[in-house]
């Protein structure tokens, strides 16, 4: 079934900044944000990768270490190592969110399950260094690297923000046109109607886009919505 105008945009979030008490210490990270202003108009789809692993509430801390090549997850205090189990869990996950037709995604900073960037990562004499990203955050933009992620930290920058819900409105158009019976004509209209947007960012972009949108009528269809959507791995359809 084709999508419609009025569908809700559904934003995959970390559970905690909802104020789900999902935390290792049995807390949460609400959003004030997220909740009372963005959350009016989104659906949420909120995922917290630790709980659902099965950890529970309230648990021992986790941390990335580097043991040769190679992050892993860990429990410092008793040495568990969940690295193998977070990682099963994760492509599991993402294969299941492929299926909520998500426009979006906002991690929790930071965190070693869903940081999305700069999460500290351990060495062998318990040294830090912020080069890491969190086990399930680095799935979920394998299997999606064109959906809008985004961490709620970098939210609180306005300029960063406004590009967050550019790219959420933007995304979930083109989702929506692919969703139907298009015709080149109908690329052709999307294209000139983000014409502006597309301008601001990238003049360079809007030209190569506009190179593709005209071989639109020559070009194989399939072959077409995957070089516009490739993250859309494992939906069933564009």
């Known amino acids: 079934m084709s999508e419609t105008v009025s569908a809700p945009i559904r934003i995959g979030v970390s559970a905690c900044l909802l104020g789900e008490k999902v935390r290792y210490d049995g807390g949460h990270k609400r959003d004030p944000y997220l909740v009372a202003i963005f959350g009016r108009y989104m659906e949420w789809v909120p995922v917290c990768p630790e709980v659902e692993l099965g950890?529970?509430?309230?648990?021992?801390?986790?941390?990335?270490?580097r043991i040769g090549d190679d992050i892993r997850l860990r429990m410092p205090k008793t040495g568990i190592d969940h690295t193998e189990a977070m990682r099963t869990y994760a492509v599991r996950r993402v294969a299941e969110l492929a299926k909520e037709?998500?426009?979006?995604?906002?991690?929790?900073?930071?965190?070693?399950s869903c940081g999305m960037e700069r999460v500290r990562v351990f060495d062998a004499h318990g040294v830090p260094s912020k080069s890491g990203r969190g086990l399930f955050a680095e799935a979920l933009l394998q299997h999606f690297p064109n959906l809008p992620v985004e961490e709620e930290g970098r939210l609180?920058?306005?300029r960063l923000r406004e590009n967050f819900i550019e790219r959420v409105f933007a995304?979930?158009?083109?989702?929506?046109?692919?969703s139907a019976q298009w015709k080149a004509r109908d690329l052709v209209a999307?294209?000139?109607e983000h014409k502006l947007l597309l301008m601001a960012h990238s003049p360079k972009a809007y030209q190569s886009l506009?190179?593709?949108v005209a071989k639109a009528k020559s070009m194989p269809r399939a072959?077409?919505?995957w070089l516009s959507l490739p993250g859309d791995r494992g939906s069933g359809r564009l």
């Open 55 to 65: 950890l529970g509430t309230p648990r021992e801390t986790l941390r990335l270490v």
């Open 101 to 112: 037709n998500l426009r979006g995604y906002v991690l929790k900073k930071d965190s070693p």
């Open 156 to 158: 609180n920058d306005p």
């Open 171 to 178: 995304y979930a158009r083109l989702r929506l046109l692919f």
């Open 190 to 192: 999307s294209h000139t």
């Open 210 to 212: 506009g190179r593709l």
């Open 223 to 225: 072959e077409l919505t």
